[in-house]
């Protein structure tokens, strides 16, 4: 078992010298001396050496996409090309201050100008939000868009917003947090928007229908253009998530499908790692009608100079400091430039030829609801293994881990029991997805012959089994 860094710490070892403070000391006013600690806090000493040991033995312990295969079905963990990594930390993008005058900055701005363009490009709207810093930012500005539109058209009984019954979490949450009233459409037996509950809903106080297109189960909605008319016809508008872009890129457009706003995810779809608690960047897409209520600025051009645009008539003001998190727009930005409109839309069919690949080595194997061609994921149950021999989701999940490969997303979307939502990307080899296939293969046949051995995992990590809900509520987040 590996020693936390405070059980390593020895007295008299510590491996830092701070110079003398050149500050004058200040006197804290009466009103903060409460909150002054009473003792010194209690840290690690530690010699150089043993912290490059330690903090290089958890790096080892972390899984990550450049160690192994991260299914993750939703979230798009995609290897990451390092030469965008190279490109962020160029000194020309990465030493920028955002205070500084434009003129100095204009290789920056042509590069989020261009930026902008192409995803306009991919996405077939016609203006972009390079500010949001994630792709929930992004829900909450494209909200915040719909809301204004119609308070600005003095529509102001449109207080209800439509979302699947198969929706990402962040739809309902988003809608609710600025004030709608959540409206759920059910999916039909196909797995698709039922659009006969979907016209039964409408009425003059619907704002919108939030969409993802393929959806949760990696399904195209293929009544997409009578969901828009639909939706338009009772005055609403439509929104598309996303999180699964990287299954349509290159093949199909948002906005030809008759959305009004989109948001993406740079940090999934165009390259940048997923997760790790960020950074992330969701931009925002608009059709020309809704251009007006963007938030400032966007980056206008004229007379050869880039310049930041100010001026726009219904916006929603800013919704995060300054410009967004440049980083994540130079990867982004590197990514498309070196694939071009072909590796695109090359990157695309290849995530959703993987996708169908394992679906149709592992349909003998457990259970699939919607067992028909899909897009980039698709969704397997382990319902078949829990009413054979009690052995659930999240024991398949567990049990993977011993396998070398990150669990997939389990229990989700909700209308599937037991769901283990599977999306390899377009960055795995077949070699890589056999092995994956054979890993989830042997998975259910110890299910069959050897059940307790699949509900102890797993059995080779530092921690096994732990109380999560206990871990979530009451986290230890000190030593001592």
């Known amino acids: 078992m590996s020693k936390l860094i405070f059980e390593r710490s020895v007295p008299g070892s510590g491996a830092f010298s701070l110079p003398e403070g ?6 804290l006013k009466d009103s903060l001396q409460g909150f002054l600690r009473e003792s010194d806090p209690i840290l690690p000493e530690v010699s150089e050496v043993e912290v490059v040991r330690h903090f290089t033995e958890l790096s080892q312990k972390a899984f990550g996409v ?3 295969m991260y299914p993750l079905g939703s979230c798009t963990m995609k290897y990451n090309p390092k030469i965008n990594e190279w490109a962020a930390r160029l000194p020309g993008f990465a030493d920028l ?7 100095t900055v204009q290789g920056a701005l042509e590069l989020m100008y261009e930026l902008e363009k192409m995803l306009c490009e991919i996405t077939g709207m016609e203006r972009f939000t390079l500010q949001p810093a994630s792709g929930a930012h992004g829900e909450m500005t494209g909200a915040s868009l719909i809301k204004a539109y119609h308070e600005q058209r003095q529509d102001f009984q449109r207080k209800k917003m439509v979302v699947p019954d198969s929706a990402h979490g962040t739809n309902p949450a988003t809608a609710h947090m600025l004030g709608f009233e959540v409206i759920e459409v059910k999916s039909n037996d196909r797995g698709l928007v039922d659009v006969d509950d979907l016209r039964s809903l409408m009425s003059d106080q619907i704002a919108g229908l939030m969409l993802t297109n393929p959806n949760t189960l990696g399904l195209f909605e293929e009544e997409i253009a009578e969901i828009s008319a639909v939706v338009h016809e009772a005055g609403g508008l439509l929104y598309y998530d996303g ?9 199909a457009r948002p906005g030809d499908m008759g959305f009004d706003i989109v948001h993406l995810n740079l940090h999934k779809t165009f390259s940048t ?12 897409g608009v059709k020309d009608f809704l251009a007006e209520f963007l938030p400032v600025p966007l980056v206008g051009k004229k007379d050869g100079q880039y310049f930041l645009d100010y001026n726009l008539s219904h916006t929603i003001g800013k919704v995060q400091s300054f410009y967004g998190n440049f980083g994540v727009m130079v990867k982004a930005y590197a990514y498309i430039k070196a694939l071009g409109g072909r590796g695109i ?10 996708a169908n690949y394992i679906r149709h080595n592992l349909r003998e194997y457990y259970e699939i609801p919607y067992d028909r061609l899909c897009k980039h994921e698709f969704v397997a ?17 567990k049990r993977l881990i011993d396998y070398g490969y990150h669990p997939p997303t389990i229990y989700f979307p909700l209308i599937v029991d037991e769901g283990l939502m599977i999306e390899p990307t ?3 080899t077949k070699e890589r997805l056999d092995d994956f296939i054979k890993a989830m293969q042997e998975i259910a046949r110890e299910s069959k012959e050897n059940p307790e051995l699949v509900k102890d995992a797993p059995a080779k990590t530092p921690i096994r089994r732990v109380d999560e809900v206990t871990a979530a509520r009451q986290p230890i987040l000190k030593w001592g």
Do not use: R
């Not at 999180?243 to 093949?251: E, H, K, Q, R, T």
């Open 22 to 27: 050149d500050v004058p000391p200040v006197e």
């Open 66 to 68: 450049d160690s192994g």
């Open 97 to 103: 201050h955002p205070d500084q005058p434009e003129e």
């Open 243 to 251: 999180a699964n872009l990287n299954a349509i890129m290159g093949v």
């Open 273 to 284: 790692p997923h997760g790790g608690g960020g950074p992330g960047s969701g931009p925002v």
């Open 345 to 354: 839309k090359e990157a695309c069919q290849h995530a959703v030829l993987n």
């Open 381 to 397: 149950s382990a319902i078949k293994q829990k009413k054979e021999n009690g052995v659930t989701a999240l024991d398949v999940a």
């Open 426 to 428: 377009e960055t795995e």
